[in-house]
């Protein structure tokens, strides 16, 4: 769509103030010029000639052409325009140029329309479009991110990126499918590349409900006998498509499986780059070596202290730190998904040196078996009777 934008400031704009200072001003002249050279650059964007006018142009503007040629004048005396001359079926003739400032005057050129009407027909080309869609899914070819079709605000909205800016289309390897934040980064970024570097076709593309939707319907489809994968999964615009898409989501690891980072207490306890000794009395709680990550002590030490027998920890006698073992063994945090899983399964990760020296707190701490302190009733007052 051709369009001609004025800058907020345009009406004191100093191009426009300047002609105040000829010698022929009035005090008409301001609003007169102002509005003469807004009716040429709408009919320049109108038309197409980027800002160029001719003087035919000038005088059916102006109303007569001796008004035109004083407006012309006018015009280039303040800066509005320059002349210069151009060829036009095979003639030689004066054209007066617009002044180019996106702050002051801007208009869509040809280049610009006619790019935009080349790419509205390739997006509604079905013999580029479809194989396209079914190539790369939902999920966009720059980022992997998964993108919502019919969006036309948010940068996860759904777009088609031609690979050969500003030129038609010839091949579906010429399109992609992109979400709005990267096809805007790429615009006019003569480092797109760069910046934007193209992901291979996803091995496995994700289909949302509506996107199969809309390829079963089609017409191209339908008629073709092409076949329409199902779709997969819920799909939230903006994460990952997934393993597809050359840069997978990282999955968390199940730290309850074998080998998934967790060993036990009766694998190799020599193993680990960071192997610290124990002196039985380091560490906030002392263990046996057969404990997780709290353990009793004899009675006397740790933050509870307790017979070996109640709660969740488990008896010690004062012959190992935090880890539980003479030698701290390098493990991860304690999973305990299983209540009759032994605690040896989920040993912590020990720290270079030997801890914290001393015995925990003093003292005897609370018994964890102590039953809480009853909470005070509220006595209840007589009810008065009253007097009849």
Known sequence: MAWARFGDTSANHPTVLAVLEHEDADDRIVN????FVARCSTQ??????DYV????????????????????????WAGYMVEEEGVVDGRTVKLYRIV??????????????????????DNSNPELIVPVRLRDGDGCRYCGCVVRWGDQKSPQGATYDHRKPRRRAETPED????????????????????????????TRA?????TVQ??????????LGIEVPEPTEALRPGAHAGDGYFRPAPRPRDLSKPGQGTTTAASDRTSGSRTNEGDGTTGPTAGNGTSGQHNPGDGTTGPTAGNGTSGQHNPGDGTSGRDGDSAGIEQDWPILTNPDQSPDSGIRKSRDGTGRVGKGRGGKGRSPASPPAPMPTKRSRPRRRKNR
């Not at 996106?102 to 009407?117: K, N, P, V």
């Not at 809309?214 to 008629?223: G, N, P, Q």
Request: aromatic share 8%; glycine share 4%.
């Open 32 to 35: 007169e010029l102002f509005g």
């Open 44 to 49: 320049s964007a109108a038309h197409l000639t």
């Open 53 to 76: 006018i001719n003087r035919g142009t000038a005088i059916a503007l102006a109303g007569s052409m001796a008004r035109a040629d004083a407006l012309l004048r006018l015009a280039m």
């Open 100 to 121: 180019e400032d996106e702050e002051f005057i801007h208009l869509r050129t040809r280049e610009e329309i006619e790019w935009e009407r080349q790419r509205k027909r």
């Open 175 to 202: 399109v992609v499918v992109a979400c709005r934040a990267c096809n805007s980064g790429r615009k006019d970024n003569p480092n797109a590349d760069l910046d934007y570097p193209l992901l291979p076709p996803p």
């Open 206 to 210: 994700r289909f949302a409900v509506s």
């Open 214 to 223: 809309w390829l079963r319907e089609h017409d191209y489809v339908r008629r």
